[in-house]
């Protein structure tokens, strides 16, 4: 009887080699012509502009959408194990997911109450 992560094993070898392989492979048979342009910021054919003294500043509302993603990503990914195993956690499991949708639900007050939702 093998053991039944060997070809669990093998295959995250065989992904290893690949991976390194192609790494290796574009160094030794890629094209080594550097100029201006290709160590150039890319910038969609725009001319960077130049920034202000202080690096500028970012609209809060950016974090505002990267918190709402993550919080709701978070969210999910608690719910689907609670989901499945609904009727063995029964009253216990029911209690503990109201009261985490219940602190889930203060950063989504205070984003809705900064205006994140509003896309004007």
């Known amino acids: 009887m093998t053991n039944p992560y060997v070809p669990l094993l093998v295959l995250m070898g065989i992904a290893m080699v690949l991976a ?4 290796a492979a574009s160094a030794v048979i890629g094209p080594k012509r550097y100029n ?8 969609c054919g725009i001319e960077p502009t130049p920034h ?9 509302k950016y974090y505002l959408v990267a918190m709402t993603f993550i919080i709701f990503d978070i969210e999910v ?13 029964a009253t216990f499991g029911l209690v503990a997911m109201l009261a985490f949708l219940l ?9 809705w109450r900064r205006g994140g939702f509003e896309w004007v």
């Open 77 to 89: 990914v608690f719910l689907y194990p609670w989901a499945v195993d609904f009727a063995y956690l």
């Open 36 to 43: 201006r342009a290709k160590l150039d910021a890319y910038e």
């Open 52 to 60: 202000a003294l202080g690096g500028g500043r970012f609209p809060v």
């Open 20 to 23: 390194l392989g192609g790494v």
């Open 103 to 111: 602190l889930i639900t203060v950063p989504f007050v205070y984003e």
